[in-house]
């Protein structure tokens, strides 16, 4: 299953929208997450025809909401996949919220897709793939362009590559060995 990554769109629906129209026509996704912050920006796009999952930011109204999920794990082609806004607990989560770094040590997720930095990167550690598609501003005060991630799951492994959305280059990629 292919699997276009979004997050930190922070209202540029035009970046958005851009993002999800190569995830759709060039890249062939299956699934569309949105990693936080203004996560409610998918609502310009539902009528692409893709499922959509999205994690509120930690300052999003929605992330105080009991009945709203901050961290979804979903199997995927026999992977366990953690979407979430941050790498780590934070101090917004509520009572009950896992852990992002104690699911991945204790060997409950093998892949982790977060947001929140505005720093694309994908690694490997102990098992597990971190990535972190980066952010979809015009302008970011970390110097990263905007960004988006593919991840790919299959039998034959697990593979993440970090698009740069200007240009449509790949900037960075990172495999995972297949289970």
């Not at 310009?44 to 709203?68: E, N, T």
């Not at 740069?164 to 289970?179: H, N, P, Q, T, Y």
Request: net charge negative; glycine share 8%; proline share 5%.
């Amino acid at each position: 299953m292919r699997i276009g990554l979004v997050s930190d769109s922070h209202g540029e629906l035009h970046n958005l929208k851009d993002a999800v129209w190569k995830l759709v026509h060039r890249w062939h996704v299956n699934l569309l997450a949105h990693l936080g912050d203004e996560c409610e920006d998918v609502d310009a796009v539902k009528d692409v025809g893709l499922d959509i999952l999205q994690v509120p930011g930690v300052y999003c109204r929605h992330y105080q909401a009991p009945d709203v999920p901050n961290r979804i794990i979903k199997e995927i082609e026999g992977r366990r996949v953690l979407f979430t806004h941050t790498a780590r607990a934070h101090e917004n989560d509520l009572p009950g919220d896992p852990d992002p770094e104690q699911l991945a040590a204790n060997g409950k997720v093998d892949v982790v897709a977060y947001g929140h930095t505005h720093i694309p990167g994908a690694r490997v550690e102990n098992g597990v793939l971190w990535v972190n598609p980066g952010h979809l501003k015009d302008a970011d005060k970390k110097g990263h362009a905007p960004s988006f991630a593919v991840l790919d799951i299959g039998k034959e492994g697990t593979r993440v590559l970090l698009v740069d959305l200007k240009s449509g280059d790949i900037f960075d990629s990172c495999d995972l060995e297949a289970v």
